[in-house]
């Protein structure tokens, strides 16, 4: 079955760097579009940015643009995220999903969602 494993978070001061990693297994990655989303707690999970297939084509969302990176290797189905000058605003846990709609930002049109990985920004 699909599955998706994220890795890579931790604790880090604000303006230092972090590479989240999603693990894919059991489909085509190479086939789908790719998206990491974040989540608070209390709040609703949130767009961060994503990938096309091939990875020539990406979209952030405005809080992260400039400062975070969406990429991937096919070769080795994975999905990277490369977080630099954190904020404190940045903690949440970071989950991966398989994209269905090039072009959205609702997690309605991502699925497979892994267990998450948490980032924490001190101050």
């Known amino acids: 079955q699909v599955q998706l494993v994220e890795s890579g978070g931790g604790l880090v001061q604000a303006g230092g760097s972090l590479r989240l990693s999603c693990g894919a297994s059991?489909?085509?990655?190479?086939?789908?579009?790719m998206g990491w989303f974040r989540q608070a707690p209390g709040n609703e999970r949130d767009f961060v940015a994503a990938?096309?297939?091939?990875?020539?084509?990406?979209y952030y969302a405005d809080s992260v643009k400039g400062r975070f990176t969406i990429s991937r290797d096919n070769a080795k189905n994975t999905l990277y995220l490369q977080m630099d000058s954190l904020k404190p605003e940045d903690t949440a846990f970071y989950y991966c999903?398989?994209?269905?709609?090039?072009?959205?930002?609702?997690?309605?049109?991502?699925?497979?969602w892994g267990q998450g990985t948490q980032v924490r920004v001190s101050s």
């Open positions: 990938i096309s297939w091939g990875g020539s084509s990406t």
């Open positions: 999903g398989r994209g269905f709609v090039w072009g959205s930002t609702r997690p309605a049109d991502f699925d497979s």
């Open positions: 059991g489909y085509t990655f190479r086939s789908y579009a």
